[in-house]
């Protein structure tokens, strides 16, 4: 993912958290926040919670980076997106994950 669409900072985070609206199943919550720039912007948060393990957190990370880079092009209007890893997606096959995340981005436009 190009280092313009990602969600880096605090205050990124922030105000996507207090300020937008969020979107849940068993295993993922997505929370989107329009922006004012050309582009949408991701990040990805996945806590110990998930795996004491840093190898299966980033397994998931990666599964997750590469779900939305698939649905990216589809998104219409800019938005900022927080994506958090709930216990048990480490268990879910990819095609499961991919379909909640764009099931998520898509209900967003």
């Known amino acids: 993912m190009a280092k313009l669409q990602r969600l880096a900072k605090k205050n990124d985070f ?23 720039l050309k582009e949408s912007r991701f990040g990805f948060v996945v806590s110990k919670k998930v ?3 840093a190898t299966v957190r980033n397994k998931v990370r990666r599964r997750l980076r590469d779900a939305v880079a698939k649905v990216n092009e589809t998104i219409k ?15 879910r096959e990819f095609l499961e994950i991919s379909a909640a995340v764009k099931f998520f981005l898509q209900k967003n436009n």
Request: charged letters at 30%; aromatic letters at 4%; zero cysteines.
């Open 14 to 36: 922030d105000a996507v958290f207090k300020k937008g609206k969020s979107l849940k199943n068993d295993f993922l919550v997505v929370k989107m926040l329009k922006n004012n």
């Open 77 to 91: 209007t800019p938005i900022d997106v927080a994506v958090i890893a709930l216990p048990g997606i480490e268990k």
């Open 51 to 53: 795996s004491a393990k």
